[in-house]
Nanobody
Framework: QVQLVESGGGLVQPGGSLRLSCAAS????????MSWYRQAPGKQRELVAI???????DYADSVKGRFTISRDNAEDTVYLQMNSLKPEDTAEYYC??????????????WGQGTQVTVSS
């Protein structure tokens, strides 16, 4: 059974920093991509950042230059360093992984979410 355990959310003042972590366990298949999504109240879930097994990354325009995604392949853990946080970054943040496709089939898993609140 695949489990994603997230940590690092909390309350921070505008301009502050937080680091989210997500540790994956239980997957018999290798992990191709690891990513972070977020969902604010009344809004759709959106992709924040993604990193492939090879280290290729992509970011939402709204976080470029402020957030950095990284991963530890040996520990199946992904991190999201968030700097210069803004009130509009307030949301529930979700970890997502996609396994390496086997026989043309890949699997996707979600974490339970961690709340990030940016407020003075």
């Amino acid at each position: 059974q695949v489990q994603l355990v997230e940590s690092g959310g909390g309350l921070v003042q505008p301009g502050g920093s937080l680091r989210l972590s997500c540790a994956a366990s239980g997957s018999a298949l290798g992990i191709y991509s690891m990513s972070w999504y977020r969902q604010a109240p009344g809004k759709q879930r959106e992709l924040v950042a993604i990193i492939t097994r090879d280290g290729d990354t992509d970011y939402a325009d709204s976080v470029k230059g402020r957030f950095t995604i990284s991963r530890d392949n040996a520990e199946d853990t992904v991190y999201l360093q968030m700097n210069s946080l803004k009130p509009e970054d307030t949301a529930e943040y979700y970890c997502n992984i996609e396994t390496i496709a086997t026989h043309g089939v890949a699997y996707e898993y979600w974490g339970q979410g961690t709340q990030v609140t940016v407020s003075s």
